[in-house]
């Protein structure tokens, strides 16, 4: 039985594109209401190794387990029951430019709840408001800043209350202080929601804001050269890759 304490075990996983090797030997945990991330140089596979968590692709070879359940051996009906527990906040926010804030957040309430419309337009106006958007429902995504379409995701991403939360490079593209906001946003919908938060990343100033723990992942050697806290890791890996990665090449 997996200890409680843990929300996500990945074993052994080996990630492919046909005969194209992308990582083996993926091994590590991440804990209930931790955030983790998902970093290591341009190519390496962060992107891809969330999709197989979060169900688009499947692996080669391995395991992804949520809590007790493996995600890839079980029921079709079970794999649904789990995705309803995920809240995804993809790199380009994906909100869909024909509809307004207030539609795009609706859809997975529209789609998974049985709430009335009253009540979903009460919600989308809460997860709104909680994202710094209060009054923005009935603009379009072309109306705001790229940072605003970030938020305005992760509303969307947190319509259901998801026990875990998804970050494909959240920071990609915003100007240092919407980064900030944004990080400070992810850490507040940590606490009050309790979810667990998995973000691929490779910004610094996010990894040492929000990381509670961390995988390092080598596009050389294709596997994970490290893990742990993004901080003990500047200080204390032994290994040379993930300390210049993380000061920036200070180490050369």
Request: aromatic fraction near 8%; charged fraction near 25%.
């Amino acid at each position: 039985m997996i200890s409680e304490d843990i929300k996500i075990t990945v074993e052994n996983l080996e990630m492919r594109y046909g005969s194209l090797l992308i990582q083996k030997d993926l091994n590590f945990v991440v804990k209930k209401g931790e955030i983790f991330i998902i970093m290591g140089g341009s190519g390496c596979g962060k992107s891809t190794l969330l999709r197989h968590m979060i169900g688009l692709k499947e692996p080669a070879k391995g395991n992804i387990k949520y809590s007790n359940v493996d995600f890839w051996k079980a029921s079709s009906d079970d794999k649904a029951k789990l995705m309803k527990k995920f809240g995804v906040l993809y790199q380009s926010g994906a909100l869909w430019s024909s509809m307004t804030l207030e539609e795009n957040v609706s859809l997975p309430l529209e789609k998974y709840s049985d709430l009335s419309s009253k009540e979903i337009k009460d919600i989308v106006a809460l997860k709104l408001s909680l994202v710094g958007l209060a009054g923005y429902e009935e603009f379009y995504p072309s109306e705001i800043s790229g940072g605003m379409a970030k938020r305005a995701g992760l509303a969307r991403a947190i319509a259901l209350d998801p026990e875990i939360l998804f970050f494909d490079e959240p920071s990609a593209g915003l100007d240092p202080i919407s980064s900030l906001n944004l990080d400070n946003l992810i850490l507040e919908l940590r606490d009050s929601l309790g979810a667990t938060i998995v973000v691929v990343t490779h910004e610094l100033a996010s990894i040492f804001a929000i990381g509670d723990n961390s995988i390092f992942l080598d596009p050389e050697e294709k596997t994970m050269i490290d893990n742990g806290n993004p901080k003990n890791l500047l200080i204390g890996s032994s290994n040379l890759k993930v300390k210049n990665f993380l000061s920036r090449g200070k180490n050369d």
